[in-house]
């Protein structure tokens, strides 16, 4: 089996090795990219773009906040661009806004997630994503 390729978009150091960490503990093979704010995201899509559409990642791991473009702002981009817009983006953010919830889903995230605060709870929830969306989701082939 192929790995997956996962885009976390995320500026907060604990939480990249708290989700690399939560990917690797669970054994499924993902290649994962780091995209540190979402100006670094959309240019990173791009990139992967030019290398052809099997470059592009299967799922994106979304913050809001994030520097330089925020992840509404991100998630407009990709869902409204014919070469990006089949990628499920999964919202995760500390954020419980009810307008941030509903902006995201007006703007067609696939789903919207709330950090916990404890590590623990936070590994779950990552590990939940993961096996729901890489185990039992069927995610599109690109060629």
């Known amino acids: 089996m192929k790995p997956i390729h996962i885009l976390l978009v995320e500026d907060n150091e604990g939480d990249i090795v708290l989700t690399k ?3 690797e503990e669970y054994k499924i093979a993902t290649n994962t990219s780091i995209a540190r704010d979402g100006k670094a995201a ?3 899509l791009e990139e992967l773009w030019q290398q052809g559409p099997a470059f ?3 799922l994106v791991l979304l913050d809001i906040n994030l520097p330089k473009k925020n992840g509404q702002e991100v998630l407009q981009i990709i869902k409204n661009d014919d070469r990006f817009k089949e990628t499920p983006v999964i919202i995760l953010t500390t954020s419980s806004s009810e307008d941030d919830i509903l ?3 007006q703007n067609h995230a696939n789903c919207f997630i709330t ?3 404890e590590a623990d709870q936070f590994l779950k929830v ?3 994503i993961e096996n729901f969306w890489i185990s039992i989701v069927k ?3 690109r060629k």
């Open 21 to 23: 960490d939560a990917l």
């Open 42 to 44: 959309i240019e990173l």
């Open 56 to 58: 592009l990642p299967d």
């Open 103 to 105: 902006r995201a889903y």
């Open 115 to 117: 950090k916990p605060v």
């Open 126 to 128: 990552v590990s939940s």
């Open 139 to 141: 995610l599109p082939i």
